[in-house]
């Protein structure tokens, strides 16, 4: 049975700022730069979502395009949509909203929640059309 | 002489959020929905600006591109890029800080420093890859 | 006030064939190309509708972008999305559905149904990556 | 000698709609949703083909592109482009054509063509821009 | 009769440099900067051509667009893809080719070739996907 | 820990052709076609580079974006924007600058680069939208 890869784009636009607790102001400007503004900035994110598996004898399918979305609109998208990231979501609590950091987390919160036998493969998410990270949960 | 407009595209990213100080928190948010979250959101703005005018028969000109780059990074990219529209910056005081008003107001900013015989002629301002403004100053 | 144009993007997938009743298959097949295959062809057609009006002096908005998306979803998309352009949708009987006939009936579609005092402006259709019609009521 | 992947995009817009033979019209609704519209549906269809190889000493090439180019529009985008593929295609006989199924098909009509020491690597086929599948042949 | 903007868009790739034949190396250089390299550099151009007209009653078309096409490629992309602006085309002697100058002459090259009654309307003109010009005629 | 890939696009502008010294002109016309023109063209390149490591658990960094930017335009872009790159890039003498070779050499201008333990994980370069290689460093 032929091992397929599909991948499903979101967006959701959100603010954040990036700043750890253990570093006072002057250092979280020096280590972050404009990231680090106290008021903060704000990104449209696109969120690309890649699911492995084999394709279904009968439906054709790895996964229904519509669950997939559906799925990671309900435990990621509408979390973060239209919303702070450092502080109105319960699952982001005490990280640094960097890109990296929050692909790790997309990730946590979809990988066992992908019907079998297909399985989440990658993450990636463009904070920018000119930078993105990607994760693959190793 | 030819008359012949040229685009130059910047970009910006930055927080806000919609809310009228005339309105009640509950107001706001039927007035605005997801968009007066007071924890604010953002995005990644790409403004457009278009200027018109004769081509100068010897550079084949109508505006030099790098002053029109820098002119438009001085006085709007500069104090827009990763900050908050609502708390940031100066020339937004007690605008609800909508798509329509930031045109217009950055509009506002260009208009008289455009280097003659060029003219300002059109600013557009993407908020999202779906949705966007135009203002021609009328 | 100032007056300001917001445009909203919407996609749609259908089939369709360019041919006319008042044509034999061979006359519609030189005149239309591949475009007249009997069994169909079909594209992802991407839809901007764009308002212009002054901006509300409270909202700031010349028009609330999520009516003016329900507003195209519920006059146009709805019934397009997934069908066929020749066969499926009442108001376009009759019509050769080329881009440029589409373009006009989506305007008639609508520009009764802005509310007052923005106006439609403008319909752009785009039925690929790389060919698209304007239609501005005129 | 340094192993290079090279990329050449290519596209056809196509009708299709999601049906089993198997199933009944009921029950194809069901599981496909609009897709299943008995009077068909279409879309873009954005085609890229990855192949992998060394870097020929004297002509830096992986392979000539425009021979990649002239296979894929023989062997696969003519028979796809402004066609039924549910009708039209012979090879596509009795699968359904979902975009899984379409880029394993298109696989194995160019795996065996690629000339050595270059091997077919990828295929990734593009249904929406916010929607895609990759094959490799695995 | 509905009179519609169709537009298509084709690319090229060419090499250029700007300077002025009365300008000194020098001054060249101040001026042009490093667009004025002796050496050349180069750019992916994308060209749209709109044309304006009445939709045709039995076809449905302002004009046919694979006609667009062959005018645009015979008369202006032919002879400027893959080609040196400053060397290799016969009308562009003595223009400096800047994106103003290119979208000018390119203009020239085709308004007269429009089947009537439709007009040529627009020449916009991609140097980079951050810098564009357009051409009206005026 | 968990590793992530981060990647940064950059652009620049360039012209060359595409022409062996050990070939005739007209072999060298027979080999790489047009893009063997003497007068040279030119493209817009994008460069996705793509670093991958751990993520710095006080910074939540794999790489600080800025660094790698200037790490790419000092090694890599301010040498090839807007040159020739047949002829002013002492990194490319003697190589034939097909995409392939490009990337090739631009993996070799960075790979010891990078600040552990964050490694290059890949180059991308786009020589036009519909074309592109990766170099993995095998």
């Known amino acids: 049975m ?3 890869r599909i991948t499903r784009r ?3 636009s959100a603010a954040h700022r990036l700043a750890s607790p253990d570093l006072s102001d002057e250092e979280n400007r020096r280590v972050f730069g404009d990231c680090a503004n106290p008021n903060w900035h704000g990104h449209n994110y696109e969120l690309e979502v890649t699911v492995a598996g084999p394709v279904d004898s009968e439906t054709g399918y790895v996964m229904d395009l519509k ?3 559906d799925l990671v609109n309900g435990r990621v998208v509408d979390d973060l949509d239209h919303r702070n990231l450092n ?3 319960p699952w982001l ?3 640094v909203p960097t890109t990296e950091n929050l692909a790790v987390r997309i990730w946590e919160r979809l ?3 992908i019907p079998e036998p297909a399985t989440l493969e990658r993450v990636v998410l463009w904070e920018t059309p000119r930078h993105w990270v990607e994760y693959r949960g190793e």
Chains 1, 2, 3, 4, 5, 6 share one sequence.
């Open 67 to 69: 669950d997939l979305k």
């Open 2 to 4: 032929p091992k397929v």
């Open 93 to 95: 609590e005490g990280v």
């Open 10 to 12: 979101l967006h959701f």
């Open 111 to 113: 990988a066992a929640h």
């Open 87 to 89: 502080l109105d979501v």
